[in-house]
C-alpha cells in the first residue's frame, strides 16, 4: 500500500533500549487504527531514526502530508526551541512536503483525563501494605 500521509510520533529518546518499548507499543496501536497512514517513530536525541532522517526517508518516498505529534507529557525546551528549528529546517530541505505539529500530548485534555482515569484507578488497585 502506497501511503501518501505519515503521522510521526516525536519522542526525546534515551540510552536505554527498553525505554521506547511503551513508544513502540503507542505507534503500533496507531497504526492498527489508521492502517491508511504512514504511522513512524522518531526521536530527538540518542535513539535512530532521528526526525530529520525520518523525514528525508518519508518525502523520499513520497509521502508529502506529513503530522508530528511530541509525545512529551509537557512543552518544555525541547518542544518549545528544539522542536521549532528542528521543523524550520525540515520545510526549507523538503519544500515540497506539508509538515504540521500538534501540541504535546500532555498538553491535551483527552491525555490528561486519560492520564487521570489512570490516576484514579490505581487507588483502586494498588497494594495494601
Known sequence: MSHQRALVLFAHGARAASWAAPFERLRDLTRAREPQVRVELAFLELMSPRLPELV??????????????????????????DLPLILDDLRVAYPQASIKVVEAAGENAAVLNALSDYCVAALESAPSN
Do not use: E, S
Open 56 to 81: 528525508a526517508a518519508l518525502t523520499a518516498d513520497g509521502v508529502n502530508d506529513i503530522t508530528v505529534v511530541p509525545v512529551f507529557l509537557g512543552q518544555g525546551g525541547h518542544v518549545l526551541r
